[in-house]
């Protein structure tokens, strides 16, 4: 389809993946007390579907999805759970097919930024807890199904993976991790987290590098969009289950039906990356193998020394953080932020304070710098940390991406 948006069809056949276990442990109840009956009032249809807890090898049949079946798949949890339904969705030898389907978010975890930003696209007032949990309802009864892009994501001896929401180093990765064991107090973890981090803050030596956004009306080029390639659809599994403690292990359980007509498509002329086999999802056009030099035509950041380094695609990074007031959910850009090191503990401080009505940009802070990007790459100097895509832990050491302009499709109302 060409068409910037559309509408779910009616009737439409709904699967509503519910995380028991997400955020305070209460989607079940929010899913009983709000979310069954506005969908039943709104005369649709669903399968619930309650998630079991995550296996490094998901038992046989488990998640086994033949999505022809479905016209929308949405999730009840945090953004992790949509995080490995996307990755599932790109690992499918149909991937193309897969991720074409209309995806949906119902806050119902700890984080829950991607339904944060759809609230906030839809030009409502900041709300949160239950109150976002019915104004995403509402959204999703509308039906409104729009592009939203997707990143890939390239470290050193691990799969590509596919984000929908950011890329962390620093403080926020930090906090994010360091804060999932405050997760019975909700969305506040991240407030709580960021007190406790602030005590010891600390410098983040590395390089980062990145490839600027073409300016506003000089054709941002579309890196990729899905085409309507029809492709067999074998009953495959729909759930990428990567394991927090061992991102390296994750099992490509999905990714190889031999019975498959899927041809990998590339793109002549795409530079191979040596160390990904990208054996499903869209080919990168941007990115040169990470033990490469940088292309040419790349900025080279100055400073090395860093307090946080964030990449955002989509405008909250939290429930109530809007960090990047200017993403929009298929702009084809990634949102770069970087503190430099050298920042106090109370600009700091007040920088997140800001960020809260996304007023941070605007405090002229001589630390944080703010630019648009299609590519990065960072290489951190120290042999430890974290580095998280949208919230989960991924492999540590040099790691690049690029934006994949509209790839997926989002209901957002
Ligand atoms: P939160 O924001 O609360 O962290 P997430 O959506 O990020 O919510 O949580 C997703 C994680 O929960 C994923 O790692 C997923 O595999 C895991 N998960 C899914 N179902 C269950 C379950 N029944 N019990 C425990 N963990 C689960
Ligand atoms: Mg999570």
Redesign the pocket.
């Known amino acids: 389809d060409g068409l910037f948006m559309n509408m779910l069809s009616r009737p439409c056949r709904m699967m509503l993946l519910v ?5 305070k442990g209460q989607a079940l109840t929010l899913y009983n007390n709000h979310i069954q009956r506005m969908l039943n009032e709104a005369g649709i249809p669903h399968t619930l579907v ?5 296996e490094p090898r998901p038992r046989a049949g488990e998640g086994e999805t033949d999505l022809s079946q479905w016209d929308a798949l949405v999730i009840m ?8 339904v996307i990755n599932g969705l790109l690992e499918r030898p149909d991937w193309e097919e897969a991720i074409r389907i209309p995806l949906g978010i119902l806050p ?5 930024a991607l339904a944060a930003s759809i609230h906030h696209y839809a030009g409502a007032s900041p709300v949160s807890s239950e109150e976002l949990l019915i104004s995403c309802g509402f959204l999703l009864c509308k039906g409104l199904v729009s592009h939203m892009d997707l990143v890939s994501i390239h470290v050193s001896s691990s799969p590509r993976l596919f984000s929908f929401l950011s890329l962390a180093w620093g403080f926020v990765a930090d906090v994010d991790i360091e804060s ?1 064991k405050y ?1 019975h107090v909700g969305a506040a973890r991240f407030t709580v987290g960021t007190l406790v981090r602030l005590a010891s803050l600390r410098v983040y030596k590395g390089k980062l590098a990145y490839l600027p956004a073409a300016e506003e009306g000089l054709g941002n080029k579309v890196t990729q969009q899905c085409s309507n390639q029809a492709s067999s659809q074998g009953p495959v599994s729909l759930l990428r ?2 394991s ?1 403690d061992s991102p390296c292990q994750n099992t490509f359980h999905n990714s190889c039906h031999s019975n498959n007509s899927f041809k990998v498509r590339r793109t002549e002329g795409t530079p191979s990356l040596s160390a990904t086999k990208a054996l499903t999802g869209p080919p990168n056009t941007l990115l040169l193998p990470l033990d490469q030099p940088l292309p040419s035509d790349w900025v080279v950041v100055q400073e090395e020394d860093f307090v946080l380094v964030l990449a955002m695609y989509q405008s909250h990074l939290a429930e109530d953080l809007l960090a990047a007031p200017d993403a929009t959910l298929d702009d084809g850009v990634i949102h770069l932020f970087y503190v430099r090191a050298g920042i106090s503990r109370t600009s700091l401080l007040k920088l997140f304070l800001a960020m809260e009505k996304g007023a941070h940009l605007a405090t002229n802070c001589q630390h944080l710098v703010h630019t648009k990007v299609r590519a990065l790459r960072l290489e951190p100097h120290s042999p430890k940390g974290i580095i998280t895509v949208d ?2 832990v991924v492999e540590y050491g040099p790691v690049q991406a690029e934006v994949h302009r509209g790839l997926a499709r989002l209901i957002t109302g």
Do not use: V
Request: glycine share 24%; net charge negative; proline share 7%.
């Open positions: 995380n028991p276990q997400s955020g309650i998630t079991e807890l995550a949890s945090g953004d992790g759970l949509l995080f490995e119902g975890g700890s984080g829950n999932e997760r289950r990567p927090r919230g989960e």
